[in-house]
């Protein structure tokens, strides 16, 4: 009860003002009476969000530690979209038994803003986020992989807290708050800043792994909806030439340019949504902000980063890709989705940068690298581990034999 009412004083403190978004706002500002009041419903959040107990937020069973710095990777696992309502997963149990020297576990890791098939509003305290990271955390499959492989993490929607959702979510920190508490990522780097993002690298010189987990939920802007509900190419949204929109926001976007000038020989560029298609679909990606892609691409060429390859989840089918004149040379995308949300058996979707068809059933992704070669294998894995796509893409000149 005083919790529940110490929250009522300060919404209501905050009601009578326009929500601010912006990067960190300031949570008070001191009355002319000396009293201190919310600069903002969002600061008044904040405020209260500060008081919450730490047994108030779920937390994933201990992991294994990610690699040593100087560890040379040349397996990565690659998944996204799993329900944690959803019976044993053959999936995740797939995972659990493959051999890998990381595992990228890149959005929708719970359906945090559903009950079975019923999409629910979520509460300024996220019951039901914290209801599904919870069952997740139970979860005899997902704790054979938490024991088997290290992690790093993205979010995207549905454990962001609402569907299809940017930084107009009124509840973004306390979900901030959720993510990196159950992931254990609240005392590192990213747990510093406002937002999921954060780098990792891997391996000496001549063999480094960079991973960069964009965070493509905190900062952006709301899309621009289709003028034709479901007609193919325009599903859900349609493209906005609108210069204020925003994917990343400033902060992140500084931050992504200094990671790209990082050495690094491969770059693993992580986003939740997709990259690189521009005309095969009308659902989520950056084509949707088609400003915003071009800024990524040319940030790209003007830090010359090399040995760039995107990976993406969310839209619950496998997919390959290249494009030769995104960047200053080919440049591929793995989408793996989904472990366990599977609609469709078949894909006729066709983008003008895509390999293959499209892989609807369960599946994840694995990304083998042969330094040797300077090649990296991107691979469609079904459910049960075959091989269903796949495409090798160069990232660097073969090594003198």
């Given at each position: 009860m005083?919790?529940?009412a110490?929250f009522?004083?300060?919404i209501?403190?905050g009601?009578?003002?326009?929500?601010?978004?912006?990067?960190?706002?300031e949570?008070a500002a001191?009355?002319?009476e000396?009293?201190?009041?919310?600069?903002?419903?969002?600061?008044?959040?904040?405020?209260?969000?500060?008081?919450?107990?730490e047994?108030?937020?779920p937390?994933?069973p201990?992991g294994v530690?990610?690699?040593?710095?100087?560890?040379?990777?040349?397996r990565?696992?690659?998944?996204?979209?799993f329900?944690?309502?959803k019976?044993d997963?053959?999936?995740?149990?797939?995972l659990a038994?493959?051999?890998a020297?990381?595992?990228l576990?890149?959005?929708d890791?719970v359906?945090?803003d559903?009950?079975?098939?019923?999409?629910?509003?979520?509460?300024?305290?996220?019951?039901?986020l914290r209801?599904?990271?919870?069952l997740?955390?139970?979860r005899e499959?997902?704790?054979?992989?938490?024991a088997?492989?290290p992690?790093m993490v993205a979010?995207?929607?549905?454990?962001?807290?609402?569907?299809?959702?940017?930084?107009?979510?009124?509840f973004?920190?306390?979900?901030e708050r959720?993510h990196?508490?159950?992931?254990?990522?609240?005392?590192?780097?990213v747990?510093?800043?406002?937002?999921t993002?954060?780098?990792?690298?891997?391996g000496?010189?001549?063999?480094r792994v960079q991973v960069i987990m964009l965070?493509?939920?905190?900062?952006?802007?709301?899309?621009?909806?289709t003028?034709?509900?479901?007609?193919?190419?325009?599903?859900?949204?349609?493209?906005?030439e609108d210069?204020?929109?925003?994917?990343?926001?400033?902060?992140?976007?500084?931050w992504?340019?200094?990671?790209?000038?990082?050495p690094a020989?491969l770059?693993?560029?992580?986003?939740?949504?997709?990259?690189?298609?521009t005309?095969?679909?009308g659902?989520?990606?950056?084509?949707?902000l088609?400003?915003?892609?071009?800024?990524?691409?040319?940030?790209?060429?003007?830090t010359?980063?090399n040995?760039?390859v995107?990976?993406?989840?969310?839209?619950?089918?496998a997919?390959?890709y290249?494009?030769?004149?995104?960047i200053?040379y080919?440049?591929?995308?793995?989408?793996?989705s989904?472990?366990?949300?599977?609609?469709?058996?078949t894909?006729?979707e066709?983008?003008?940068?895509?390999?293959?068809?499209?892989y609807?059933?369960e599946?994840?992704?694995?990304?083998?690298?042969?330094?040797?070669?300077?090649?990296?294998?991107?691979?469609?894995?079904s459910?049960?581990?075959?091989t269903?796509?796949?495409v090798t893409?160069?990232f660097?000149?073969?090594?003198?034999?």
């Amino acid at each position: 009860m005083k919790r529940a009412a110490a929250f009522a004083i300060l919404i209501f403190a905050g009601a009578c003002q326009s929500p601010v978004v912006t990067p960190a706002p300031e949570p008070a500002a001191i009355l002319s009476e000396g009293l201190i009041a919310p600069v903002s419903a969002e600061a008044a959040l904040e405020l209260y969000y500060r008081t919450l107990p730490e047994d108030f937020y779920p937390r994933a069973p201990a992991g294994v530690p990610l690699p040593a710095d100087s560890a040379v990777l040349t397996r990565i696992l690659v998944a996204s979209c799993f329900d944690e309502e959803k019976e044993d997963s053959v999936t995740m149990r797939t995972l659990a038994a493959e051999d890998a020297d990381l595992f990228l576990m890149i959005g929708d890791n719970v359906y945090g803003d559903r009950r079975g098939n019923q999409y629910v509003n979520n509460e300024p305290e996220l019951d039901e986020l914290r209801r599904s990271f919870r069952l997740l955390a139970e979860r005899e499959d997902f704790q054979l992989v938490r024991a088997k492989h290290p992690m790093m993490v993205a979010w995207d929607d549905h454990d962001y807290g609402a569907n299809d959702a940017g930084r107009e979510f009124p509840f973004r920190r306390l979900a901030e708050r959720i993510h990196e508490r159950f992931w254990g990522l609240e005392n590192e780097d990213v747990g510093a800043w406002p937002g999921t993002y954060y780098a990792r690298s891997f391996g000496p010189e001549g063999q480094r792994v960079q991973v960069i987990m964009l965070d493509t939920r905190f900062f952006r802007s709301a899309l621009t909806p289709t003028d034709r509900w479901n007609a193919r190419g325009r599903e859900r949204y349609i493209p906005s030439e609108d210069p204020e929109q925003d994917m990343l926001g400033n902060d992140q976007w500084t931050w992504l340019e200094n990671q790209l000038q990082e050495p690094a020989d491969l770059r693993l560029v992580v986003s939740s949504i997709q990259v690189l298609p521009t005309d095969g679909h009308g659902w989520e990606a950056w084509s949707r902000l088609p400003l915003e892609q071009q800024r990524l691409y040319e940030l790209i060429r003007s830090t010359d980063a090399n040995g760039v390859v995107f990976i993406s989840g969310d839209r619950h089918t496998a997919f390959l890709y290249r494009d030769d004149a995104a960047i200053q040379y080919p440049v591929y995308e793995m989408t793996a989705s989904s472990m366990n949300v599977s609609f469709a058996r078949t894909s006729t979707e066709q983008d003008r940068a895509q390999i293959g068809a499209g892989y609807p059933p369960e599946n994840f992704g694995a990304i083998e690298i042969d330094w040797q070669a300077g090649e990296v294998r991107l691979a469609v894995m079904s459910n049960t581990g075959e091989t269903v796509n796949e495409v090798t893409a160069p990232f660097r000149q073969p090594a003198a034999p």
